[in-house]
């Protein structure tokens, strides 16, 4: 028989949902606004006519963009870039937490490896060794260099080896007793139990290699191989006219900066708007239980 709640706790369920409910209202509208600023023409988003709906309804700004091909390059290499970077990041740290999660009798280096992967959050070499050591390797210009030296964040190492430091001990004894080795336990045990702490890290992976421009802009000798982000900090916000062409003079008159900007940042941002919603029901069980230990 369950009790009914009492009026104090109904009280306090309706102030806990109405404010979160003003809360994600708070976050929704920005993103609204910029969607409505994309379809406006570019006089009225220029006077601050617009607000959360469209004035003059138009797609110039999206015609204007799809027909760059610059931009749906630059988009085809963050799709490479999040790909590859989301896989390699996602298998090494889970080849690196497992161990580092076994127990010293296990694994007698296990702590001097946890403070040499700690060690390198706290003390960092720098921006001029990073960008000579990948030029030295010869990555610069090429999609590895987007891709390989940010691929094992020791922030995902921590969370994924405290999770897996949660599961059951008798999980790894009855394999090794089937007679299982340390890559059998890992793939076949380990990895299935560990979705929600994989999810959350596979979605911090995919937004900071969606999100990162920086290393673009440095890393990448020719535009073409920008991607999409370094491409937007370029156009968009340093004001590079080497792409824009003779032919999009008249669709130009129909936008504005602000109608373009809105348009390629909705464009830049959707992607990660479609993943986040299949990956959201494990993102708070993977922080929750990969961030303490037992």
């Known amino acids: 028989m369950t009790s009914r709640p009492t009026a104090g706790r109904r009280v306090f369920l309706a102030v806990n949902y109405a404010f979160l409910t003003a ?5 929704i509208l920005p993103l609204v606004h910029i969607l409505a600023l994309s379809f406006s023409s570019g006089s009225a988003a220029s006077a601050g006519e617009v607000s959360l709906w469209p004035v003059d309804f138009n797609t110039a700004a999206y015609r204007n963009i799809m027909n760059k091909p610059e931009y749906l390059n630059a988009f085809w290499v963050s799709v490479q870039r999040l790909v590859l970077g989301t896989a390699i990041s996602l298998t090494l740290t889970v080849v690196t937490a497992y161990p580092l999660s076994k127990e010293p009798r296990a694994f007698q280096w296990r702590t001097l490896y946890t403070w040499f ?3 390198t959050i706290l003390f ?3 921006l001029i060794p990073w960008y000579m050591t ?3 390797l010869g990555l610069m210009d090429t999609i590895w260099a987007l891709v390989l030296p940010g691929a094992l964040s020791v922030f995902n190492i921590i969370l994924l080896l405290n999770f897996y430091r949660g599961l059951p001990k008798e999980l790894d004894e009855s394999a090794r007793i089937d007679g299982a080795g340390h890559f059998r336990t890992l793939w076949n045990i380990y990895v299935p139990l560990s979705k929600p702490a994989l999810a959350t890290v ?3 992976t995919m937004v900071a ?3 990162s421009w920086f290393d673009g802009l440095i890393l990448m000798n020719r535009p073409e191989h920008y991607p999409l982000q370094t491409f937007l900090q370029t156009i968009v916000i340093m004001k590079d006219t080497r792409f824009i062409r003779s032919e999009d003079l008249e669709l130009l008159r129909l936008i504005s900066d ?7 940042i909705f464009v830049a941002s959707f992607p990660i708007l479609i993943v986040y919603p299949f990956l959201q029901r494990f993102f708070i069980k993977g922080i929750v239980l990969g961030s303490v230990k037992e």
Do not use: D, E, P
């Open 117 to 119: 992967f700690v060690f």
């Open 124 to 126: 960092g070499g720098g």
């Open 134 to 136: 990948i030029k030295s």
């Open 209 to 211: 290699h969606w999100n």
């Open 258 to 264: 602000r109608t373009s900007t809105a348009a390629q």
């Open 23 to 27: 809360l994600s209202i708070l976050c």
């Open 202 to 204: 596979g979605l911090f």
